[in-house]
């Protein structure tokens, strides 16, 4: 479970006048909209107390949550963060400008080559090592939709038509595959991630809300093939219990882990690796606290 910490650094002056404006403009609004902390947390994809942490100048706000709610509360972001609405604005300039100026790329024949377009128009402020590693990823995937029948071939990276597309925030948060990782006292979310949600809906990927829909990283090579060591996973982080066979990400005797689960017994989970040189072990039920389940692995293969 990710729990905060009991001693933070204080925000600075700036950044706590930000939090303070932005809670007196919700206390404010939240009446006549009739809204509470926890819609406000449902509409963020977050926790309550994750707001409130916001709302009590314990963390700075981003421009994902400043965007939420300033659309909640029926206001401009600048009402309570100049500084944030500035950064969007400069965001969508980019974005705006990035669609008004297209260059004339050579045609695309697959994902790869796609991706590869993608990355040299509008990569520019990532690090070379970032580039190369997303260029790997997706060199590795087409190569390996040759080599195996259950792979799905789709270019999930490509955003959607507007109105379609949805935003994936992707947490700083690497769940092993193997072994198990120490969870994080704080999941820092890394950037969003925008896709089309028609594309995954035809990929067969189910979910009530795209606002629980979060991508985490498997660690380790205990699931392979179906999961790679690295592999970034879309996961619903709304189910927190056990509904039927599949993938999850789940928390074991402190450690977190992505496995497959099943029933064993009344009071055991089946822990499963897809590598068959990994054994698989039975855990305690009552032991096992269900993070999220795995629905689509980056790579296209569909679980």
Known sequence: MIAPMNKKRALPPDRLAECQAAHELFLKKKGPLKLSQKKLAEMAG??????????????????KFAAILAKALQVDVADFSPRLAQEIGAMSAAMRSGLEEPEEPQEATSAADLVSQMLAKHGKNLSEEARQ???DAVTETA????????VISANIINPGLVGDEIHIAHYDVRAAMGGGQIASDYAEI??????????????????DDPNHLKIVTGWGQSMEPTIRHRDPLIVDASVREFTGDGIYLFSWQGLLYIKRLEIADSEHFEMISDNPLHKDKPIRRDETFIQARVLLVWNAHRV
């Open 46 to 63: 977050m926790s309550a107390p994750a707001v409130n942490l916001y709302f009590k100048g314990l963390n700075p706000l981003n421009a």
């Open 133 to 135: 590693r997303i260029a």
């Open 190 to 207: 890394l950037r969003d991630v925008r896709v089309s949600e028609s594309h995954l809906r035809e990929l067969g990927v189910t979910y």
């Open 143 to 150: 190569e390996t939709k040759l080599v195996s029948g259950d």
